[in-house]
């Protein structure tokens, strides 16, 4: 019988972060089984570990698709294989995922993962965004996997932000990222996600944000080290690095339930 695990990331207190779902698998465990548990754990994202050797190939589930990449995800299934035993505390675990090679590493109570750097590409305004999101940017930016980044005057605008879901996946804005500089001295930058395109209406935590979020500010202030704050009902917090045309994210988590799979 097999199990599966209900990580909350990036937080060490439960029921906030971002929830993710973590099995450990077999490389004959079939996607489509993969893809109708991500469905039935309706969270927005599950990962699949398939071990190999001394690594781990890792896939990742939203509630109707896979994705390259899920920095959550990520640091829930390094969570479990530390948690289990599976690696030492003071051992690497390498993830094999689409979007890359993903290097996981513990950090006392913080599990520390190095993604790939997203580059950026300054983009015109759409003239109907106010109308779409609730706030006009200063700027804006594309990245790799159609992801769309604005840039707000502040953390209200980044907060009281309500975008029309319906409207923005059909104008483009399927995938938004929208950060603004922090007010307050425990976070540098703050952010919110929507991601509808992938059946993510919010996500509460979005580790992945970062490999464009890092090089964004970095560019802006001239800093490598940031604590970011997700402004999401859930809340989480990061703390983040720039390695050259690398991206260290560094979160904690907590394992809320576990249940076998009886299917």
């Not at 927005?44 to 190999?52: L, M, N």
């Not at 090679?101 to 993962?113: F, H, P, V």
């Not at 944000?209 to 001239?222: F, Q, R, S």
Request: net charge negative; proline share 6%.
């Amino acid at each position: 019988m097999q199990t599966i695990y209900q990580v909350d990331s990036f937080t060490a207190v439960p029921f906030k972060g971002n929830p993710a779902g973590v099995m450990i698998v077999d490389e004959h465990f079939p996607a489509a089984t993969m893809q109708h548990l991500a469905a039935e754990m309706n969270l927005s994202e599950t990962a699949f570990i398939i071990p190999q050797g001394n690594e781990f190939r890792i896939r990742y589930f939203t509630p109707n698709r896979e994705v390259p990449l899920c920095g959550h995800a990520t640091l829930a299934g390094g969570h479990i294989l530390y948690e289990l035993g599976l690696k030492k505390a003071d051992e690497a675990i390498v993830f094999k995922a689409e979007g890359g090679e993903l290097i996981i590493t513990k950090q006392g109570d913080w599990t520390a993962m190095n993604f790939p750097a997203y580059p950026l590409t300054k983009m015109d305004i759409p003239a109907d965004f106010k109308t779409l999101v609730g706030f006009e940017p200063l700027e804006m930016y594309s990245s790799i996997y159609d992801w769309v980044i604005a840039v707000a005057a502040s953390e209200s605008d980044i907060l009281h932000a309500q975008p029309d879901l319906d409207r923005i996946t059909t104008n483009g804005l399927g995938h938004l990222m929208i950060t603004a500089a922090g007010e307050q001295p425990d976070r540098d930058f703050v952010l919110r996600v929507f991601a509808p395109l992938a059946g993510i209406n919010e996500d509460p935590v979005t580790g992945s944000a970062h490999c464009a979020l890092t090089p964004l500010w970095h560019a802006k202030t001239g800093k490598s080290e940031f604590n970011s704050y997700q402004l999401s009902a859930r809340t989480g917090r990061l703390k983040v690095k720039l390695l050259n045309d690398r991206v260290e994210i560094c979160g904690q988590a907590i394992t809320v339930f576990q249940a076998e799979l009886k299917v």
